[in-house]
């Protein structure tokens, strides 16, 4: 098996050696990640400028390849061919934010294993809420074995897998639970200064999110001390509406 992996952290990010060194127990990894940190960039195609790509070498000694392009940008290189051997699977990662509910439309994270299933290759992404004492070893280990499990049970179709890992020692972690996306009440707030000229600039500021610990969900899991596997499609389609407004718009006389 020859594994992709990349980050939204840039290739010098800890947590992106960590799961290259725990993925290649499941086969040969080739880890091609953005340059710089692309966190919260969401699903890019950098159509515009040209896209660069160096061979660069981990802290840990691991050869990688550092793009200029965003976190999917690195997937759709390789996966076009800059990588020549094909690819059977990508994990995107380690973030050291969890990524929850609606954090997977910011998330490069998540977005880079999108990617991966536009071109139909299995993907996942894993992240934790880093903590020093914890490191990223014991999560990409704990990751590496949810992967090898769920591939060893037949990838489905069109999905990906967010995989959040609790920020807790091998021995602590209380089990794995398939979740699905939960609430997270984001607490954004508007920053406004004044530049030196007096011209008005802003930051998006605030607190960071908080969670809804409803059962079933992403965020329960994790507080409960459970890896989250969250199985994801691209299909945004909202089913549950769809009848009510075919029922109002459907039957429109057109031209009115
Ligand atoms: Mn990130």
Same mark, same amino acid.
């Not at 660069?52 to 290189?77: H, K, Q």
């Given at each position: 098996?020859? @594994?992709?992996?990349?980050? =939204?952290?840039? *290739?010098?990010?800890?947590?992106?050696?960590?799961?290259?060194?725990?993925? +290649?127990?499941?086969?040969?990894?080739?880890?091609?990640?953005? %340059?710089?940190?692309?966190?919260? %960039?969401?699903? &890019?195609?950098?159509?515009?400028?040209?896209?660069?790509?160096?061979?660069?070498?981990?802290?840990?000694?691991?050869?990688?390849?550092?793009? %200029?392009?965003?976190?999917?940008?690195? @997937?759709?290189?390789?996966?076009? #061919?800059?990588?020549?051997?094909? *690819?059977?699977?990508? &994990? +995107?990662? !380690?973030?050291?934010?969890?990524?929850?509910?609606?954090?997977?439309?910011? +998330?490069?994270?998540?977005?880079?294993?999108?990617?991966?299933? !536009?071109?139909?290759?299995?993907?996942?992404?894993?992240?934790?809420?880093?903590?020093?004492?914890?490191?990223?070893?014991?999560?990409?280990?704990?990751?590496?074995?949810?992967?090898?499990?769920?591939?060893?049970?037949?990838?489905?179709?069109?999905?990906?897998?967010? &995989?959040?890992?609790?920020?807790?020692?091998?021995?602590? !972690?209380?089990?794995?639970?398939?979740?699905?996306? #939960?609430?997270?009440?984001?607490?954004?707030?508007?920053?406004?200064?004044? =530049?030196?000229? #007096?011209?008005?600039?802003?930051?998006?500021?605030?607190?960071?999110?908080?969670?809804?610990?409803?059962?079933?969900?992403?965020?329960?899991?994790?507080?409960?001390?459970? *890896? +989250?596997?969250?199985?994801?499609?691209?299909?945004?389609?909202?089913?549950?509406?769809?009848?009510?407004?075919?029922?109002?718009?459907?039957?429109?006389?057109?031209? %009115?």
């Amino acid at each position: 098996m020859h @594994v992709l992996v990349t980050n =939204d952290d840039g *290739v010098a990010a800890p947590g992106l050696a960590a799961l290259a060194r725990a993925l +290649s127990e499941l086969g040969r990894v080739t880890v091609m990640a953005p %340059s710089k940190n692309w966190s919260a %960039s969401g699903h &890019v195609k950098t159509m515009h400028k040209p896209l660069r790509v160096a061979e660069v070498v981990l802290a840990d000694g691991t050869p990688a390849l550092a793009t %200029s392009g965003a976190p999917s940008d690195c @997937v759709a290189l390789a996966l076009l #061919g800059v990588v020549t051997e094909p *690819v059977d699977l990508v &994990v +995107s990662g !380690i973030n050291p934010n969890c990524n929850l509910g609606y954090d997977v439309t910011y +998330s490069g994270t998540v977005t880079a294993a999108m990617e991966a299933t !536009i071109f139909g290759v299995p993907a996942v992404a894993v992240s934790t809420d880093h903590r020093a004492e914890i490191g990223f070893d014991a999560p990409a280990r704990v990751a590496a074995r949810v992967v090898e499990r769920a591939l060893a049970a037949g990838w489905p179709r069109g999905v990906l897998l967010n &995989v959040n890992v609790p920020a807790l020692p091998e021995a602590a !972690i209380r089990g794995v639970r398939v979740t699905r996306q #939960g609430l997270r009440p984001y607490r954004d707030a508007l920053d406004a200064r004044l =530049d030196p000229r #007096g011209v008005p600039y802003y930051w998006i500021g605030g607190d960071p999110p908080t969670g809804v610990h409803e059962p079933g969900t992403d965020f329960a899991a994790l507080e409960d001390g459970c *890896v +989250s596997v969250t199985p994801l499609h691209l299909d945004l389609t909202a089913y549950a509406a769809h009848d009510g407004l075919e029922a109002a718009l459907g039957g429109m006389p057109w031209p %009115s």
